[in-house]
Nanobody, 119 residues
Framework: VQLQASGGGLVQAGGSLRLSCAAS????????MGWYRQAPGKQRETIAT???????NVADSVKGRFTISRDNFKRAVYLQMNSLKPEDTAVYYC??????????????WGQGTLVTVSS
């Protein structure tokens, strides 16, 4: 099982980026998917999560600016980031709870994608 994230980059304050993350592997059942971020010198924080049925939770720090969505057919999760601020600069990680071949539910992480917001 692998999670492949993409979409990071350099953007000016006020700009937008869309992060994507897709799971690959056979016989997967994907539960909660989410996005997390870690800024230099800070702990990893939860940004947004979404369940299999599409229920979402978004951190207060990004509410109204970031939107999480998923495509169960593509086994993908997305993070639309608008009105970006310099404090949004961080490495963003996608995460998913996945069951493969009726095994135990396990946590998987993408490789991280860097988002840099310039002032």
């Amino acid at each position: 099982v692998q999670l492949q994230a993409s979409g990071g980059g350099l953007v000016q304050a006020g700009g937008s980026l869309r992060l994507s993350c897709a799971a690959s592997g056979r016989n997967l059942v994907i539960g909660v998917m989410g996005w997390y971020r870690q800024a230099p010198g800070k702990q990893r924080e939860t940004i947004a999560t979404t369940t299999e049925l599409g229920s979402t939770n978004v951190a207060d720090s990004v509410k109204g600016r970031f939107t999480i969505s998923r495509d169960n057919f593509k086994r993908a999760v997305y993070l639309q980031m608008n009105s970006l601020k310099p404090e949004d600069t961080a490495v963003y990680y996608c995460h998913a709870e996945i069951v493969q071949y009726s095994g135990p539910r396990s946590d998987y992480w993408g490789q991280g994608t860097l988002v840099t917001v310039s002032s």
